[in-house]
């Protein structure tokens, strides 16, 4: 037993860090204030390998584990919630499942130019009328001939509109409720495959949230990915994984702001004394810095369970997404709160961590349906 | 190896273009002192093609002797036939001691000649004395007189070391630029001038030069400013540099230059960086402005007579050398500082 | 084409400066990187595998630690890595390393040689020539940029007002300037494979053409008579204004006390 990261894993997030100080961090504010995409990020990213960091070499990737993804998005996510969005769904919900649901030819296709960083891909799950309900899904899948035709909207789509990769859910089969969902692989460009509204978001400013519209859009027959009515359990596979992702992305945020913070108390003087002089300011900051760090216990350990050849039961990830979630709302809003009127600014970067913050609470599982799952485990 | 053979103080009379470098000068006056504690003679070394007219000034600066080594392989400045004709006068003159300018040909130059004759080298030195080594006499250990102490910033100037070489002849350094003082020109001197043959020979570390591209520099050398006003990383571009630090310069009649952030960074000439990489500045004041102070640029500027600094993170490291720091916003005070400096330089001139 | 690129792991300078109670320092206390001049060196030979196909040698002389700054060399597109390290080296100055450097470099096959210009820690910028000298390879010091022509290498040398563009034949040996590039960064996937890969291990028998003589503290020319942390002049007052008028009123009152202006 032990607590200590490998050397390959210490060298990885200096790596990370280095990576997120010198190219994210200068561009943190701008992408948020323009709502911007950081394309020229990604492009940097896809270089170093980082949009195939646990995908198998393979298949183009680089061949590690998920606790070094893991270990990206949370150092990312330090100094830019959006950047480590980017990266989370592109990994998380595009990747994982091609690569584990896929057959050999569609993970040569997809799967090898999106681990080498040629492509980026999304994930299309929530609907205007399924979201934590994900069963009640609206999107048709008709098979016609040789070819699916899909019809039906999704909302809330990261990296849309950007992506050229999307793995799609539709119903094949009304009468089987969550039995009758499949997955679909589906390429940006595909006629009647358009982009309906571009979200203007709380946080994450810079991530591309879009609207998908399916209008008779026709995909090759092999393109169904996965079995029939293997769909829902795609899903939350998926989701299983992407949690993990999220939490990193949580922690991070946690993590950015208490070290903004920690520089900022000790340099602002009130009364005569340093912020960091006071009582309080040293009881705010123990209490933040302790839920980081059992936050990063239990993201790392999901992300070491990850890797198990024993099926999770997706207990550790939704622990670790609850709890990161909820400790970078924490955490950002005593940071805030620590900075006094300056934290209300945009100057500041914690008012940006406590508006990215957020939506770790929300998306890919609301923290309450992270109770439902552990609960469930629970009683079981 | 017999100490008493090796006699005198030389020193590499650098010349560019067949004029010889101001640092040439600087060794010379410095070195001058070294041969009165030594009761020896200061001996320059110039190396060229058509340079012999260049040797009178040497004497006049304090050389008492002027070994010339005239030689088309020597016009423009090569490693190895430098290195061989330095080398050559070495094991022909026997000389006690070899200064070198710490330039990027000095420190090129110096280590070759010093891996060729085997000897010790010291690097940048910023202080050279002749005296007892050990320092304090060590039971046991004999204790040699009449050294080379030669002093040394390292770690960026975080450290200093001085250096000693006692077993090995001759004793060589390096010295930074800017910190020697040189003679008063006394026109009058003489110098016995000697025409060295050092029997150049072409081997496989010549190299061919294709080009000379020389840099056409619009920039008052910084080191001969009386005031700098500096900008770091905290001026965010180089057109701050222009708007903000400009005129105030203009007004104190100083130069402007920087840390090498703005150098990197914002695209300022490399000619106007101060600190480690840069240049050593000593001018009478120096104001650092959004220079948070990293080590390699505090190296390059301490000795300035009163520094001011003026950064928004009043724990920057430039304020453990500043004489008066102000914890603020540069956008904000200096325009009302240089047009505060504009009035008073105004009341002045109505007096 | 091979190319031996040496590397040094230093102390980075924001960490602070400790020395042995002999003057020496004590590196185990500091933090460690790979040398800023040492990586553009690094980088320039890995463009050039990129560019020709090379076989890119890294070679560090240090405390077994050093170790990491090969893996990270490794990571970032290094084929072989080489750790001389042994007690008796201990204490070397630059003309003691220089000449095992050479002793080291002797074993291996090379074309190009290329080092740092100089080291952060001790700033010398003599080991890189001094290693020409004793390998008998022309030299080409602070190279700015450089490509391959056959069995000749194009380079621009720098000096303080212009720049020699040389050509060189191979085998040679470049120093490089941090100016030269900008180093790229290791990837997730290299890592990994750099702590599998093996680390040439070599120890004082592994040294080619060295005499003991010339080795380690014994071999060393120069000595420390004194060696200190530096005594900064102290800090002056820091002001903390009510306003930039306030600030700039501040700064002029000093200006006239001194009599700037």
């Known amino acids: ?380 | 190896m017999n100490r008493e053979e090796y006699k005198g103080v030389y020193v590499y009379a650098q010349q560019v273009d067949n004029k010889v470098s101001n640092i040439a000068l600087e060794l010379l006056g410095k070195a001058k002192v070294l041969a009165n504690d030594l009761g020896s003679e200061v001996v320059a070394m110039l190396l060229g093609s058509d340079i012999k007219d260049q040797a009178q000034k040497l004497a006049e600066y304090g050389a008492d002797k002027v070994i010339v080594v005239d030689h088309p392989f020597l016009k423009e400045y090569m490693t190895e036939p430098y290195t061989q004709a330095i080398s050559n006068i070495i094991y022909e003159f026997k000389p006690d001691i070899v200064l070198f300018g710490a330039t990027a040909i000095g420190r090129d130059l110096a280590p070759c000649v010093a891996a060729t004759v085997h000897t010790g080298l010291t690097a940048d030195c910023t202080k050279l004395d002749i005296g007892d080594f050990p320092m304090t006499p060590i039971p046991g250990k004999e204790t040699l007189h009449k050294q080379l102490l030669m002093t040394r910033p390292a770690f960026g100037g975080n450290t200093i070391a001085t250096i000693a070489i006692p077993d090995f002849r001759p004793q060589m350094a390096t010295v930074r630029p800017g910190v020697m003082q040189k003679l008063p020109r006394n026109r009058e001197a003489k110098a016995n001038i000697i025409e060295f043959d050092a029997h150049l020979e072409k081997n496989n570390r010549y190299v061919e030069i294709l080009d000379v591209v020389k840099k056409v520099s619009d920039y008052v050398d910084i080191q001969d400013a009386k005031i700098l006003v500096s900008g770091g990383r905290g001026m965010q571009n180089k057109e701050n540099y222009e708007k903000y630090l400009r005129p105030l310069a203009n007004l104190l009649g100083g130069q402007v230059s920087s840390s090498r952030a703005g150098v990197d960074q914002f695209g300022i000439p490399k000619e106007l960086q101060v600190g480690q990489t840069g240049k050593t500045v000593r001018p009478k004041l120096y104001i650092a402005c959004g220079i948070s102070g990293a080590i390699q640029h505090l190296a390059g500027m301490e000795e300035s007579d009163l520094i001011i600094a003026i950064n928004k993170d009043e724990t920057a490291p430039i304020f453990d050398v500043a004489d008066y720091g102000i914890v603020g916003d540069l956008f904000q005070i200096v325009p009302i500082l240089t047009k505060m400096v504009e009035q008073e330089l105004a009341k002045k001139a109505e007096m | 084409m091979n190319i031996v690129v040496c590397i040094k792991q230093v102390p980075d300078t924001a960490g602070g400066v400790k020395f042995n109670p002999d003057g020496t320092l004590d590196r185990a206390a500091m933090l460690a990187i790979m040398n800023p001049d040492d990586k553009a060196g690094l980088e320039a030979a890995l463009r050039l595998k990129d560019e020709y196909g090379a076989k890119v040698t890294v070679v560090t002389m240090g405390l077994p630690k050093a170790d990491a700054i090969l893996r990270e060399a490794m990571a970032m597109g290094a084929d072989d890595a080489v750790l001389v390290t042994d007690r008796v080296l201990g204490g070397a100055d630059t003309w003691a390393t220089s000449q095992t450097l050479a002793g080291a470099v002797r074993a291996l096959d090379y074309d190009l040689v290329i080092t740092g210009r100089q080291a952060i820690d001790g700033d010398t910028a003599q080991v890189g020539p001094q290693l020409s000298v004793h390998l008998g390879l022309p030299i080409v010091s602070y190279t700015q940029k450089l490509r391959i022509e056959g069995d000749y290498v194009i380079a621009e040398r720098m000096f303080d007002d212009r720049h020699h563009v040389l050509k060189v034949k191979m085998p040679c040996l470049l120093t490089a300037l941090s100016e030269l590039n900008e180093p790229r960064y290791m990837t997730p996937g290299g890592i990994f494979d750099a702590f599998k890969k093996e680390v040439t291990v070599m120890g004082r028998k592994d040294l080619v053409d060295v005499l003991d003589s010339n080795i380690g503290k014994v071999g060393s020319p120069t000595q420390i008579a004194k060696a200190s942390d530096k005594v900064r002049k102290g800090a002056g007052t820091q002001y903390i204004p009510e306003d930039a008028t306030d600030a700039a009123e501040y700064i002029v009152g000093k200006l006239k006390e001194k009599f700037i202006i």
């Open chain 1, 1 to 380: 037993m032990d607590f200590a990261l490998s050397q390959e894993h210490a060298m990885a997030r200096d790596l990370f860090r280095a990576f997120a100080q010198n190219e994210v961090k200068p561009l943190a504010q701008e992408i948020d204030e323009e709502e911007r995409f950081p394309s020229e990020t990604v492009a940097k990213m896809a270089k170093l390998g980082f949009l195939g960091i646990a995908v198998p070499k393979q298949y183009g990737g680089q061949g590690c584990d998920y606790l070094t993804y893991t270990m990206c998005v949370e150092e990312l996510a330090k100094v830019c919630g959006t950047t480590a969005v980017v990266l989370s769904a592109h990994t998380s919900l595009c990747q994982m499942p091609i690569l584990h649901f896929g057959t050999e030819e569609q993970k040569q296709k997809y799967l090898v130019p999106l681990a080498k960083g040629e492509t980026l891909g999304a994930f299309g799950l929530t609907e205007p009328g399924a979201g934590t309900d994900a069963a009640g899904q609206q999107t048709k899948a008709v098979l016609d001939g040789d070819e699916w035709v899909l019809n039906g909207t999704k909302m809330f789509i990261t990296n849309g509109y950007y992506a050229d990769t999307y793995v799609i859910f539709a119903m094949t089969d009304k009468s089987l409720g969550r039995k009758g969902i499949s997955a679909f692989i589906v390429e940006k460009g595909t006629p009647g495959f358009t982009f309906g509204t571009k979200e203007t978001k709380m946080g994450i400013r810079g991530s591309a949230t879009y609207e998908l519209v399916f209008t008779d859009c026709r995909i090759p027959k092999e393109n169904l990915l996965g079995k029939l009515g293997q769909g829902y359990a795609i899903a939350m596979d998926t989701l299983d994984g992407g949690r993990i992702g999220i939490a990193a992305q949580a922690l991070g945020l946690a993590e950015g702001a208490l070290e903004v913070t920690c520089d900022y108390v000790k340099t602002r003087k009130q009364f005569g004394k340093t912020l960091s002089q006071f009582q309080n300011t040293q009881f705010q900051l123990a209490d933040m810095a302790v839920r980081c760090d059992a936050a990063q216990l239990l993201v790392y350990r999901a992300a070491l369970d990850h890797d198990l050849p024993k099926k999770s039961d997706g207990m550790s990830s939704s622990m670790a997404k609850l709890y990161a979630a909820e400790t970078a709302m924490y955490v950002t809003t005593k940071a805030v709160q620590l900075h006094g009127g300056y934290g209300y600014i945009r100057d500041y970067d914690v008012e940006r961590m406590m508006r990215d913050a957020k939506i770790t609470e929300i998306y890919e599982g609301t923290s309450e349906v992270q109770r439902m799952v552990i609960a469930k485990n629970l009683l079981k």
